[in-house]
Each structure stands twice: as structure tokens, then as C-alpha cells.
């Protein structure tokens, strides 16, 4: 009934940008929070940054160089992310927890989308 749709990941060399986008459609009602995660190969997934009532939170790891921002009229999350370093490279992983039109607020998450940061 929900999906969360990712884009904009692909190949940037060190210290570029990219920014991803996510899209949640289906019978939603309700939004409740947003975030990004990433996995790592081998590494278990992570949060990165979250946004809820207007209120972001970043790990230590992104705070400076990535932002996170929301467009409620398009269920919409993004991640703008600066001065990409090689170990940002993971495939990144919209969730967000929603309510539908027929059940209470459940998470739900994207396909992903890898990001590659090289020279």
C-alpha cells in the first residue's frame, strides 16, 4: 500500500556532491518521521540523519557536510550530501513511518541506492 521510492545516488569523486531524494506514495495519511540509512559492505545498516516535527538530528559522522530536509506536500524527504568522502560509499535507505488510510503508523523503507564516492 506504501512505497518509498529513492533516486539521485551514483559516482562522485572526494569532495563532490550528490543529493537523494525520496518519494512515499500509496494511501498514506500520515507521516510521522523521515531518514536516511546506509550499509556499508559488511557492515551492518546505520542511521544517518532523521527529520520529524521540523527537527533534524545527524550523526557525527555527516554533521557539517550533509542535510536533510522534507517536503510535506510531496511526502518527500532529501539528503543533501557535501564534501563526500570514500567511506560515505554505501547504498543509502529512505524509512520513514507512516499511517494509512486502513492501518496505524507502520516503517516502511526504499530499495536503496548506491552511492560510490572514488577517483
Known amino acids: 500500500q506504501v512505497q518509498l521510492v529513492e533516486s539521485g545516488g551514483g559516482l562522485v569523486q572526494p569532495g563532490g556532491s550528490l543529493r537523494l531524494s525520496c518519494a512515499a506514495s500509496g494511501s498514506i495519511s500520515s507521516i510521522f518521521g523521515m531518514g536516511w540509512y546506509r550499509q556499508a559492505p559488511g557492515k551492518q545498516r546505520e542511521l544517518v540523519a532523521s527529520?520529524?516535527?521540523?527537527?533534524?538530528n545527524y550523526q557525527d559522522f555527516v554533521k557539517g557536510r550533509f542535510t536533510i530536509s522534507r517536503d510535506n506536500a510531496k511526502n518527500a524527504v532529501y539528503l543533501q550530501m557535501n564534501s563526500l568522502k570514500p567511506e560515505d560509499t554505501a547504498v543509502y535507505y529512505c524509512?520513514?513511518?507512516?499511517?494509512?488510510?486502513?492501518?496505524?503508523?507502520?516503517?516502511?523503507w526504499g530499495q536503496g541506492t548506491q552511492v560510490t564516492v572514488s577517483s
Open positions: 527529520i520529524s516535527g521540523g527537527r533534524t
Open positions: 524509512n520513514s513511518n507512516i499511517g494509512t488510510l486502513t492501518s496505524g503508523p507502520r516503517n516502511y
